[in-house]
């Protein structure tokens, strides 16, 4: 099966984070935008991160395949805003 290989960057310190591997994009997105609203690093400054797709992974032959690095989403896109209602 190819998976895919991502990564996080951080703008601010210009820096990306250890790669990791998922079955795809929505997978990915879904983990990401969960780390923007919770008690993280990236919830905290969500304007400095951003999820990059930097290659695939073939977990039948082994082989890892870089690819151009491609921006899927930045932190301060998947930030949820509550709102509280009046009462």
């Known amino acids: ?5 991502y990564t ?3 703008s601010r310190s210009e820096f ?3 790669d990791y591997t998922l079955e795809n994009d ?3 997105l879904r983990q990401f935008a969960d780390l923007a609203n919770q ?6 400054n969500p304007e400095d991160y951003s999820l990059w797709r930097i290659g695939t992974f073939d ?6 395949t870089a690819e151009t690095p491609t921006c899927i989403a930045k932190a301060n896109e ?4 509550e709102k509280k209602s009046k009462k």
Do not use: F, P, R, S
Not at 39 to 44: N, P, Q, V
Not at 78 to 81: A, G
């Open 39 to 44: 008690e993280t690093e990236i919830a905290k």
């Open 59 to 64: 977990n039948m032959t082994g082989d890892l």
């Open 8 to 10: 996080i960057k951080d």
């Open 16 to 18: 990306y984070h250890q």
């Open 26 to 28: 929505a997978m990915a």
């Open 1 to 5: 099966m190819i998976l895919c290989k």
């Open 78 to 81: 998947h930030v949820i805003i």
